[in-house]
T-cell receptor, first 114, second 112 residues
Framework: KAGVTQTPRYLIKTRGQQVTLSCSPISGHRSVSWYQQTPGQGLQFLFEYFSETQRNKGNFPGRFSGRQFSNSRSEMNVSTLELGDSALYLC?????????????FGEGSRLTVL | GQQVMQIPQYQHVQEGEDFTTYCNSSTTLSNIQWYKQRPGGHPVFLIQLVKSGEVKKQKRLTFQFGEAKKNSSLHITATQTTDVGTYFCAGQTQGGSEKLVFGKGTKLTVNP
């Protein structure tokens, strides 16, 4: 069974640009969550989608957005990039929803903003 | 908002010594999960605790959920070099639809 796939794995952008990250969950999983991981702040919740609906949203500015498609694949977008957006962005899939069991994390997309 | 505090932030031990990390929530949790992230890797699920006072064991790892469901601990007996990594707790408040909030993790290094 394939795991959670995130693309791209690494990317470099400059301030002001925008970026789109993609996540394909484990087959059959309908829940996708996104987290930002930085050395100082740990894992910070961005948003969670379940069956194409955003169930929860973290405390991030409106520059961070996401969506989920009918096949459960999810994308997140960050517009007007800032230096502080440099981080590892992790996607996690779950069979039903976050309150019903483990999350399966992808390898992450490492974003560097110059 | 809900906060999950985890201590210590770093722990360095000699191989064979025990290790414990503690997790405290500002609010009552419906459940708590533990994850391990190896250096350069991604978080991997270890366990979920749901019941008040629950204790679960996985080989050398012992997980506890407090009676008030506001704190939890992970204890590793006789650490090995393979235990190296960052251990995260993640709590979810009552209600069932709340987001999972992660602690900042405890980074464990083991000296062989």
């Amino acid at each position: 069974k394939a795991g959670v796939t995130q693309t791209p794995r690494y990317l470099i952008k400059t301030r002001g640009q925008q970026v789109t990250l993609s996540c394909s969950p484990i087959s059959g999983h309908r829940s996708v969550s996104w987290y930002q991981q930085t050395p100082g702040q740990g894992l910070q919740f961005l948003f969670e989608y379940f069956s194409e609906t955003q169930r929860n949203k973290g405390n991030f500015p409106g520059r961070f957005s996401g969506r989920q498609f009918s096949n459960s694949r999810s994308e997140m977008n960050v517009s007007t990039l800032e230096l502080g957006d440099s981080a590892l962005y992790l996607c996690a899939s779950g069979l039903l929803a976050t309150n019903t069991g483990e999350l399966f994390f992808g390898e992450g997309s490492r974003l560097t903003v110059l | 908002g809900q906060q999950v505090m985890q201590i210590p932030q770093y722990q360095h031990v000699q191989e064979g010594e025990d290790f414990t990390t503690y997790c405290n929530s500002s609010t009552t949790l419906s459940n708590i999960q533990w994850y391990k992230q190896r250096p350069g890797g991604h978080p991997v699920f270890l366990i979920q605790l749901v019941k008040s006072g629950e204790v679960k064991k996985q080989k050398r790892l012992t997980f506890q959920f407090g009676e008030a469901k506001k704190n939890s601990s992970l204890h590793i007996t006789a650490t090995q070099t393979t235990d190296v990594g960052t251990y995260f707790c993640a709590g979810q408040t009552q209600g069932g639809s709340e987001k999972l909030v992660f602690g900042k993790g405890t980074k464990l290094t083991v000296n062989p």
